[in-house]
């Protein structure tokens, strides 16, 4: 058994991204199929000691290569309302992302190529909770030129199990 990742992709040298070798990359498939998987089962499965995934889990954690959380469906939770907003940006794209992501609501913020500066996936209580977050917030960020919303009507796919390709 080894315990010292052997490269199998490379860093990226403008980002920092860490080396992840093989070993890396299926406990990270493990834990992407259940993320409560004993790490002795996931040693097992990649072929190191439970010490040695325990070790690896944790350096993959600090490194922010992965988080290991618990994924809600949120209408079961209270969160009533969906909505994608693209984002059209006059000046830095950057500070109105920055902003963006302060916002609780705001669960995924992403710079994007295309007709839209930013795509934000919101996720509220209700449509007076989406109408003040896009209007009263959003909006009122320096930058923010206009939004367009994409209202969920209804979520048929959430999974976080694209694995490491």
């Not at 080396?19 to 499965?45: F, M, N, T």
Request: with cysteine.
């Amino acid at each position: 058994m080894y315990s010292e990742p052997v490269a199998s992709r490379s860093a990226d040298p403008r980002s920092g991204t860490p080396h992840l070798d093989a070993v890396s990359l299926a406990i990270i498939e493990q834990l992407q199929e259940d993320g409560r998987r004993p790490y002795a089962a996931i040693g097992k499965a990649v072929g190191l000691s439970e010490a040695a995934v325990r070790q690896r889990v944790q350096k993959l954690l600090d490194q922010g290569v992965m988080q290991i959380v618990a994924v809600t469906d949120p209408l079961t939770v209270g969160f009533r309302r969906q909505a994608m907003v693209g984002v059209h940006v006059e000046g830095d794209v950057e500070a109105v992302a920055d902003a963006l992501t302060g916002m609780d609501e705001c669960e995924y913020v992403v710079m994007t190529a295309g007709s839209f500066d930013l795509m934000v996936e919101i996720v509220c209580e209700d449509d007076d909770h989406l109408l003040e977050v896009i209007n009263g917030r959003i909006r009122a960020v320096p930058g923010v030129r206009s939004t367009e919303s994409f209202v969920y009507l209804k979520l048929k796919k959430q999974t976080y199990m694209w694995g490491t390709r």
